[in-house]
């Protein structure tokens, strides 16, 4: 092979390379876009949530208010009682509505840790040819044991730093 084919072959795998990147990043933005909107319908559910409790304070203040008026009649028993039925009944729709919001929230955290991992397999997956860098896969891996920092290691392969840190993550090292 001459240097011309061997010029368009590595302009070939970059062009590839990048392709391949810009579909991830479309892919992440997309996802991101919809994990986005589920968040803020999460948000309105939670500020619904905080003006049906700004309405059952205002409720359990008036149901005081009515209480106290009442209590010349009530023996202490009784009003204990009927607090806490109001109490009960204001709390529990309340509840109900946290739990429904804690298992949404649950369900949106499984697919963002779904999505991660398919996104971390897909990138395990895509590798650089062996053909390209193999002698320099080894050479930094052998540096790397040997306790030579990752900056040095670039500088003596004439590789840049974060080509470096993708050989050693790639080979599980670092």
């Known amino acids: 092979m001459n240097l011309e084919q061997i ?11 990048a392709l391949i990147i810009l579909y991830l990043l479309y892919y992440v933005y997309t996802k991101d876009t919809t994990y986005s909107k589920n ?3 999460v948000a309105s559910v939670v500020e619904d949530l ?3 409790l700004y309405y059952l304070k205002k409720q359990l203040s008036e149901a005081e208010t009515k209480f106290q008026s009442n ?3 009530m023996n ?6 009927e607090i806490e039925r109001s109490v009960y009944d204001m709390v529990q729709p309340l509840s109900i509505a946290m739990k429904q ?3 949404n929230i649950e369900v949106i955290e499984g697919q963002i840790e779904h999505r991660i991992a398919q996104l971390e397999s897909g990138v ?3 590798s650089i040819p062996t053909s390209i860098h193999a002698n320099d896969d080894e050479k930094i891996i052998s540096l790397f044991k040997q306790g030579v920092s990752i900056e040095t290691i670039a500088k003596e392969l004439h590789l840049s730093k ?8 790639i080979n599980k090292i670092k």
């Open 7 to 17: 010029n368009f072959q590595l302009e070939y795998v970059v062009v590839i390379m």
């Open 39 to 41: 968040i803020r319908s």
């Open 50 to 52: 905080n003006r049906e």
């Open 71 to 73: 209590s010349q009649r």
């Open 76 to 81: 202490d028993d009784e009003i204990y009682q």
């Open 101 to 103: 919001l804690q298992s």
């Open 124 to 126: 395990k997956q895509f």
């Open 162 to 169: 974060p080509e470096v840190e993708f050989v050693l993550k």
